[in-house]
Protein backbone atom coordinates (compact mmCIF):
# COMPACT_ATOMS: atom_id res chain seq x y z
CA UNK A 1 0.00 0.00 0.00
CA UNK A 2 1.38 3.65 -0.82
CA UNK A 3 0.03 6.58 0.42
CA UNK A 4 0.11 10.08 -1.43
CA UNK A 5 0.18 13.37 -0.61
CA UNK A 6 0.76 16.53 -3.30
CA UNK A 7 1.65 19.70 -2.35
CA UNK A 8 3.51 23.11 -3.51
CA UNK A 9 0.68 24.38 -5.88
CA UNK A 10 -0.29 27.89 -6.16
CA UNK A 11 -0.99 30.91 -8.20
CA UNK A 12 1.73 31.91 -10.57
CA UNK A 13 1.99 34.69 -13.27
CA UNK A 14 2.96 33.44 -16.57
CA UNK A 15 6.65 32.31 -16.87
CA UNK A 16 7.18 31.50 -13.61
CA UNK A 17 8.22 28.68 -11.46
CA UNK A 18 6.54 26.15 -9.29
CA UNK A 19 8.24 23.23 -7.66
CA UNK A 20 5.30 20.70 -6.33
CA UNK A 21 5.77 18.06 -4.10
CA UNK A 22 4.77 14.42 -4.09
CA UNK A 23 5.59 12.41 -0.34
CA UNK A 24 4.78 8.96 -0.62
CA UNK A 25 4.28 6.34 2.55
CA UNK A 26 5.01 2.58 2.49
CA UNK A 27 8.39 1.13 2.67
CA UNK A 28 8.20 0.01 -1.10
CA UNK A 29 8.47 3.36 -2.88
CA UNK A 30 11.27 2.75 -4.32
CA UNK A 31 9.93 -0.49 -6.16
CA UNK A 32 7.27 2.06 -7.64
CA UNK A 33 7.65 4.43 -11.28
CA UNK A 34 6.18 8.00 -10.36
CA UNK A 35 4.15 9.81 -12.36
CA UNK A 36 2.60 13.32 -12.80
CA UNK A 37 -0.68 13.93 -14.34
CA UNK A 38 -3.13 17.10 -14.65
CA UNK A 39 -6.86 17.98 -15.00
CA UNK A 40 -8.36 20.83 -16.33
CA UNK A 41 -11.81 21.73 -15.59
CA UNK A 42 -13.72 20.14 -18.74
CA UNK A 43 -10.81 18.37 -19.81
CA UNK A 44 -9.60 14.69 -19.64
CA UNK A 45 -6.61 14.13 -17.12
CA UNK A 46 -3.00 14.13 -19.18
CA UNK A 47 0.01 12.46 -18.85
CA UNK A 48 2.67 14.90 -17.79
CA UNK A 49 5.87 12.81 -16.80
CA UNK A 50 6.76 9.74 -15.10
CA UNK A 51 10.81 8.59 -13.49
CA UNK A 52 11.81 5.23 -13.17
CA UNK A 53 11.67 3.24 -9.56
CA UNK A 54 15.97 4.50 -10.05
CA UNK A 55 15.22 7.79 -11.14
CA UNK A 56 17.23 6.49 -14.21
CA UNK A 57 14.81 6.72 -16.98
CA UNK A 58 12.46 10.24 -16.95
CA UNK A 59 9.44 11.03 -19.46
CA UNK A 60 7.98 13.88 -20.49
CA UNK A 61 4.42 14.83 -22.98
CA UNK A 62 5.55 17.21 -25.08
CA UNK A 63 3.76 20.18 -23.78
CA UNK A 64 5.98 19.91 -21.22
CA UNK A 65 9.24 19.00 -22.33
CA UNK A 66 12.26 21.57 -21.70
CA UNK A 67 10.16 23.33 -19.11
CA UNK A 68 9.09 20.72 -16.56
CA UNK A 69 11.97 18.46 -14.55
CA UNK A 70 10.87 15.49 -12.68
CA UNK A 71 13.09 13.60 -9.88
CA UNK A 72 12.63 11.93 -6.95
CA UNK A 73 14.44 11.21 -3.71
CA UNK A 74 13.93 7.80 -2.53
CA UNK A 75 15.08 8.17 0.58
CA UNK A 76 12.99 10.75 1.49
CA UNK A 77 10.06 8.84 0.00
CA UNK A 78 9.22 12.20 -2.59
CA UNK A 79 9.03 12.78 -6.13
CA UNK A 80 9.36 16.60 -7.58
CA UNK A 81 8.18 17.92 -10.31
CA UNK A 82 9.81 21.27 -11.24
CA UNK A 83 7.42 23.64 -13.51
CA UNK A 84 9.49 26.75 -14.98
CA UNK A 85 8.52 28.87 -17.86
CA UNK A 86 4.54 28.06 -16.70
CA UNK A 87 2.08 29.10 -18.90
CA UNK A 88 -1.65 30.00 -18.57
CA UNK A 89 -2.83 26.44 -20.54
CA UNK A 90 -0.53 24.81 -17.47
CA UNK A 91 -3.51 25.69 -14.99
CA UNK A 92 -4.81 22.34 -14.07
CA UNK A 93 -4.79 20.15 -11.03
CA UNK A 94 -2.22 18.22 -10.89
CA UNK A 95 -1.55 14.23 -9.43
CA UNK A 96 1.10 11.97 -8.76
CA UNK A 97 0.50 8.46 -9.19
CA UNK A 98 2.51 5.14 -8.15
CA UNK A 99 2.80 2.24 -10.53
CA UNK A 100 4.73 -1.39 -9.92
CA UNK A 101 6.12 -0.85 -13.44
CA UNK A 102 9.48 0.52 -14.67
CA UNK A 103 7.00 2.87 -17.16
CA UNK A 104 3.47 3.90 -17.65
CA UNK A 105 1.86 6.47 -19.77
CA UNK A 106 -2.04 6.27 -18.56
CA UNK A 107 -3.97 6.73 -15.98
CA UNK A 108 -5.52 3.54 -15.90
CA UNK A 109 -2.34 1.75 -15.22
CA UNK A 110 -1.40 3.59 -12.10
CA UNK A 111 -1.87 1.94 -8.60
CA UNK A 112 -2.37 4.83 -6.20
CA UNK A 113 -2.88 8.26 -6.39
CA UNK A 114 -2.78 11.16 -4.32
CA UNK A 115 -5.62 14.03 -3.72
CA UNK A 116 -4.07 16.45 -6.16
CA UNK A 117 -2.45 20.07 -5.29
CA UNK A 118 -3.57 23.19 -7.53
CA UNK A 119 -1.88 25.16 -10.07
CA UNK A 120 -3.20 28.35 -11.22
CA UNK A 121 -1.25 30.26 -13.87
CA UNK A 122 -2.28 33.88 -14.41
CA UNK A 123 -1.44 35.58 -17.77
Known amino acids: QVQLVESGGGLVQAGGSLRLFCAAS????????MGWFRQAPGKEREFVAV????????YYADSVKGRFTISRDNAKNTVYLQMNSLKPEDTAVYYC????????????????WGQGTQVTVSS
Open 51 to 58: ISWSGGST
Open 26 to 33: GRTFSSYA
Open 97 to 112: AAVLSDYAGEPYEYDY
